[in-house]
């Protein structure tokens, strides 16, 4: 398989150009690691171009795919580490998702003190305002109501998920529980069988 992978890859790379974008490799089970290890040196001499997108610090994924990758194409690769968003950068990403209107400054501060730099936690704290209808979509705008004085921006990440989860309606809270203890991705009959043994 591997072999006729290698192939197959080779082949396409004569016909044009290809580019793989490979996003959360930090949860790459250790086949597709080992695929992957097999498959980068197709690069050094193939029209091939591999970018992994990664968070640090994971062992068995992400540090080894970077220490294979240092160690056999030194001359290869390119790191690049995305550090945390600036306060300009936060607040372009901030009137960006309300449609480039511009935001007051009490709240961009607010946001940017809170989220660090990070645009996860920056998109997650405009989403849960939606959901409390401090912000409302109106006319093909957002509009800021009354309501973001009175709104509470929590700490992590962690919690401001927790509060979107809290707002929801019963019967879809209790088809997220579910569908969490399944795995990551699973097909829609799996969850009504599994959503059957749970109720009886």
Known sequence: ??????????????????????????????????ILELVYRL?????????????????DTSEKILESIRTRYPQKHEELFIESLNEIDGERLINNLLNNQRSSSAILNLISKKSGGNPFFIEEVVRSFIDEGAIIFKENNFIITEKMDSVVIPETIHEIIMARIDRLDQQTKSL?????????????????????????
């Open 1 to 34: 398989i591997l072999k006729n992978l290698r192939e197959l890859l080779a082949y396409s790379a004569s016909q044009y150009p290809i580019v793989f974008v490979m996003e959360d490799l930090h949860w790459a089970d250790a086949n597709s690691i080992e």
């Open 43 to 59: 690069a050094e001499n193939n029209r091939i171009l591999f970018i992994n997108i990664f968070r640090p610090n994971y062992k």
């Open 176 to 200: 997220l529980r579910k569908a969490s203890v399944i795995c990551r991705n699973f097909f829609y009959k799996l969850i009504i069988e599994h959503s059957k043994v749970i109720d009886n």
